[in-house]
């Protein structure tokens, strides 16, 4: 388990939405980490990130996406 809480509050964007709506990522805030699991393996190990790390992808994916759409 990475560090912070053992049940932090999962999100998914709703970007990820399939016709299943099961084809995502979730991101949580726990601690001083952001959290991020495979929706379809809930109980698996997580990916953990600094909270800057993840601010930069962030802003990295929405860039890389309105270039797409230019």
Do not use: I
């Not at 953990?48 to 759409?69: I, L, M, S, Y």
């Amino acid at each position: 388990m990475v560090h912070g809480q053992s049940n932090p509050a999962w999100r998914k964007s709703t970007y990820s939405e399939s016709s299943s709506g099961s084809e995502c990522v979730e991101v949580a805030v726990s601690g001083d980490v952001v959290l991020v699991r495979d929706s379809k393996r809930a109980r698996q190990p997580r990916l953990g990130f600094p909270p800057g790390a993840w601010a930069d992808f962030v802003v990295f994916t929405a860039q890389t996406r309105k270039r797409g759409r230019e």
